[in-house]
């Protein structure tokens, strides 16, 4: 059984950062990347980032390039998202999923097998 476990998440003032980890546990050596998501109160959970575990590829929503960073640690099924330079928009509830399947469309959720329960982030000004 494949568990995620995400953390780092908490209050950030406006232009501060944090750093967001997601740790896979249980079958996970066969999955092909990463991602992100994150959902605001009253609206819908959106893509925010993603990573393949096979290489350096990655993939940003167009509200967080040059803000926030993905990478991973393939030795401990890791994951991490850098998030600088905050916004007040960048409030969410933040949370990492698992893909098994190949594939481009790292935007959509019905891409993702596995879901983690959700960090909280809070940006405050």
């Known amino acids: 059984q494949v568990q995620l476990g995400e953390s780092g998440g908490g209050l950030a003032q406006v232009g501060g950062s944090l750093r967001l980890s997601c740790a896979a546990s249980?079958?996970?050596?066969?999955?092909?990347?990463m991602g992100w998501f994150r959902q605001a109160p009253g609206k819908e959970r959106d893509f925010v980032a993603g990573?393949?575990?096979?290489?350096?590829?990655?993939y940003y929503a167009d509200s967080v390039k040059g803000r926030f960073t993905i990478s991973k640690d393939n030795a401990k099924n890791t994951v991490y998202l850098q998030m600088n330079s905050l916004k007040s928009e960048d409030t969410a509830l933040y949370y990492c999923?698992?893909?098994?399947?190949?594939?481009?469309?790292?935007?959509?959720?019905?891409?993702?097998?596995?879901w983690g329960q959700g960090t909280q982030v809070t940006v405050s000004s």
């Open positions: 999923a698992l893909r098994m399947r190949r594939g481009t469309m790292w935007a959509r959720r019905d891409e993702y097998d596995y």
């Open positions: 990573i393949l575990w096979s290489s350096d590829s990655t």
């Open positions: 249980g079958h996970s050596f066969s999955s092909y990347g």
